[in-house]
């Protein structure tokens, strides 16, 4: 039995409309036969963060980060055109009359095919979340050498 191609992406921004495409791109690859593995890293943490988590950062800059980046997925901005929130209504608007799944379906429907949704601990250290910051489709939570030798393995590798 020949060994399924393996996709890694690595997910670094926080932004709709990437992690839209993201989480896409995953979906796509996993309904074509593929071992995806996402790999969430920074800003792209926010992606898979379960709305509303507390934070547990230290110190005054920790937690003043962690005030203005609560993150979750109904927290996500457009990057083009945000204008103070109303672009990204509009995005969102304009993805629901599409009948274009949401960024909590999109989730939901990449883990139930395989996707392999993964935290970067180093970047999780860094803002202040542990494994309880994030959504339980989260699989695992990893160092950036154990995703970096997966990477090495995959067929097609994107940053996003």
Same mark, same amino acid.
């Given at each position: 039995?020949?060994?399924?191609?393996?996709?890694?992406?690595?997910?670094?921004?926080?932004?709709?409309?990437?992690?839209?495409?993201?989480? /896409?791109?995953?979906?796509i690859?996993?309904?074509? /036969?593929?071992?995806?593995?996402?790999?969430?890293?920074?800003?792209?943490?926010?992606?898979?963060?379960? +709305?509303?988590? /507390?934070?547990?950062?230290?110190?005054?800059?920790?937690?003043m980060?962690?005030?203005?980046?609560?993150?979750? $997925?109904?927290?996500?901005?457009?990057?083009?055109?945000?204008?103070?929130?109303?672009?990204?209504?509009?995005?969102?608007?304009?993805?629901? +009359?599409?009948?274009? $799944?949401?960024?909590? =379906?999109?989730?939901?429907?990449?883990?139930?095919?395989?996707v392999?949704?993964?935290?970067?601990?180093?970047?999780?250290?860094?803002?202040?979340?542990?494994?309880?910051?994030?959504r339980?489709?989260?699989?695992?939570?990893?160092?950036?050498?154990?995703?970096l030798?997966?990477?090495? =393995?995959?067929?097609?590798?994107?940053?996003?």
């Amino acid at each position: 039995m020949a060994e399924k191609e393996k996709i890694t992406l690595v997910v670094f921004s926080g932004d709709l409309d990437r992690a839209f495409a993201a989480l /896409g791109f995953g979906v796509i690859a996993a309904s074509m /036969g593929m071992e995806v593995n996402m790999v969430f890293t920074f800003w792209g943490l926010n992606i898979i963060k379960r +709305d509303g988590s /507390g934070i547990k950062s230290k110190g005054l800059t920790g937690k003043m980060l962690n005030l203005i980046n609560r993150g979750g $997925p109904k927290r996500l901005k457009f990057s083009k055109f945000n204008m103070f929130g109303l672009g990204t209504w509009m995005m969102k608007r304009l993805m629901k +009359d599409a009948n274009m $799944p949401s960024i909590d =379906q999109l989730i939901t429907i990449a883990h139930q095919m395989g996707v392999k949704l993964i935290a970067c601990t180093s970047s999780m250290e860094l803002m202040g979340a542990d494994k309880d910051s994030f959504r339980s489709e989260v699989a695992d939570v990893v160092g950036t050498a154990s995703w970096l030798e997966g990477a090495g =393995q995959s067929k097609v590798t994107l940053f996003i």
